[in-house]
Nanobody
Framework: QVQLVESGGGLVQPGGSLRLSCVAS????????EAWYRQAPGKQREWVAG???????NYADSVKGRFTISRDNAKNTVYLQVNSLKPEDTAVYYC?????????WGQGTQVTVSS
């Protein structure tokens, strides 16, 4: 009964920022690997950022220096801080977690970057 729920998306101008949140139930984030993906209209879903159980992070080249993934173990929540947003960042952003051989997904939150 794992559930991941994203929030924090919205409409923002180019150069703006948002903080996306992913709250989990039925899984302990600190014991697993979590990631953010995104899917733009007409495109395949792509991996954006990941954080390991030990706190190690990595990012897609397209977002390095602009996006930051983090985790609050007490709140069982993973965040994605998205800064310096560009129109090409417009997408539905999905939270994902992997426990053993199973990958879990949230329902997504829409980020729209437009002037």
């Amino acid at each position: 009964q794992v559930q991941l729920v994203e929030s924090g998306g919205g409409l923002v101008q180019p150069g703006g920022s948002l903080r996306l949140s992913c709250v989990a139930s039925g899984i302990i984030f600190s014991q697993n690997y979590e990631a953010w993906y995104r899917q733009a209209p007409g495109k395949q879903r792509e991996w954006v950022a990941g954080i390991s159980s030990g706190g190690s992070t990595n990012y897609a080249d397209s977002v390095k220096g602009r996006f930051t993934i983090s985790r609050d173990n007490a709140k069982n929540t993973v965040y994605l801080q998205v800064n310096s947003l560009k129109p090409e960042d417009t997408a539905v952003y999905y939270c994902s977690a992997v426990r053993f051989t199973t990958q879990y997904w949230g329902q997504g939150t829409q980020v729209t970057v437009s002037s």
